[in-house]
């Protein structure tokens, strides 16, 4: 087990940093500020080739590994947490497509990522959180016509008001319940389907996140994705693949407030001596070390286990809690070092705060990761 990365992973990494220090590490402040990402910014990225990093060769993607697919997370993540969430997305919205799509609709799903579209992930519901079985809109088919109608809303979508085409979840059963959750594909622009509020967020600003409604909107059956009543089961194993991902951007925004503060601490004087020298300080930065470089490896193995199809279940749920967890104590404990400057936003290690409690949220609850791991371990 070499977690070490090898020649075109650290390429890659490079690759991504100079983009990151370009054309994202100077505009943070604005794009928080204004609650969007900032223009031309999506194509940029587009042509760097970071919206379709899990498309495989066979469909015209860059066929890249999850410790590759990692590697650009958590570098985009030292970047701007919001941004990189965006771009994350697509790899979620786009698993479930590529698990268990007809050939057909991986062509065609893979060929908006690759030309530069974006796509969502539309689960949540302002009743359904944690527990997806309650999933209150309706797809009901009409077997004379080939179709589906889907009614119902949806809620805290990422992308959902950038996006080209959708994963959108709705119950087939009237009764409702995990046994009738399916998938299906939506484009952007089917009569009945619109986009309602945009979310004012605490923290990943940039990233646009907003309400789905689905009024009428009929689309043929070749749009469902599975078999009726697949949709939980392609739902969890969507968040299993993409919980590592969640650790790596969450990874790179605890060393990039490791690195503020570290060097905030080696330029701070205060009784005549850098405050780096105080033991105190030093115990929270090796502290902070510690646990960012834990929650990397554990993030790595999590993505090596997937690579071998090796069962990986339990470690992307560990993944995904600790890193979460980590980016939250890391952020805390840089502005803490950082006193009243941290708490500025003169300085960027707020907004990293701001940003760091989300990881703690979505793609599944921390809490939700701690069930999923003692079920793994007791049953």
């Given amino acids: 087990m070499n977690f070490a990365l090898n ?17 994202i590490a100077p505009y943070t402040a604005e794009m928080d500020r204004d609650n969007c990402i900032r223009e031309g910014l999506i194509e940029k990225a587009y042509e760097m080739g970071l919206l379709n990093v899990i ?15 990692a590697v650009i997370y958590e570098e985009l993540g030292k970047g701007c947490a919001g941004v990189a969430t965006s771009m994350a997305a697509n790899s979620l919205a786009t698993y479930p497509v590529l698990m268990v799509g007809t050939e057909e609709q991986k062509r065609m799903y893979c060929d908006i990522i690759n030309n530069g579209g974006l796509a969502a992930f539309a689960l949540t519901e302002p009743g359904a959180g944690s527990d997806a079985g309650s999933v209150s809109t309706r797809a009901v088919k009409d077997k004379e016509n080939g179709t589906y109608t889907l009614n119902g809303s949806k809620i805290f979508i990422t992308n959902a008001g950038l996006a080209d085409v959708f994963l959108v979840f709705a119950n087939t059963r009237q009764s409702g319940g995990i046994r009738g ?9 089917t009569p009945g389907f ?56 969450s990874v790179g925004l605890a060393q990039a407030a490791l690195n503020c503060a570290v060097k905030y601490a080696k330029e701070r004087r205060q009784f005549g001596q850098p ?29 090596w286990r997937r690579d071998n199809s090796l069962e990986f279940s339990k470690e992307a749920a560990m993944a995904k809690c600790y890193a979460g967890d980590v980016a939250m104590q890391v952020t805390t404990d840089a502005i803490q070092i950082m006193g009243g400057y941290g708490y500025s936003r003169e300085y960027p290690v707020e907004k990293m705060m701001r940003d760091a409690k989300i990881m703690q949220i979505y793609e599944g609850t921390n809490q939700i990761q701690r069930l999923v791991i003692a079920n793994k371990i007791l049953y």
């Fill in 181 to 189: 959750l399916t998938a299906f594909i939506v484009q952007k622009g």
């Fill in 275 to 303: 405050i780096a020298s105080f033991q105190m300080v030093q115990s929270m930065i090796a502290d902070m070390a510690i646990k960012v470089e834990t929650a990397r490896l554990m993030v790595r193995e999590a993505c």
């Fill in 7 to 23: 020649e075109e992973q650290l390429e890659l990494q490079e690759m991504v940093r100079e983009f990151v220090e370009q054309e």
């Fill in 194 to 249: 619109s986009i309602g509020k945009k979310e004012d967020k605490m923290g990943i600003r940039p990233s646009n996140t907003c309400e789905v409604i689905l009024q009428d909107v009929v689309i043929p059956e070749a749009n469902r994705v599975g078999r009726e009543g697949d949709g939980f089961r392609i739902a969890m194993n969507t968040l299993d693949s993409a919980r590592p991902f969640v650790g790596a951007v």
């Fill in 55 to 69: 498309v495989p060769e066979e469909f015209d993607g860059p066929g890249l590994s999850s410790l590759s697919v």
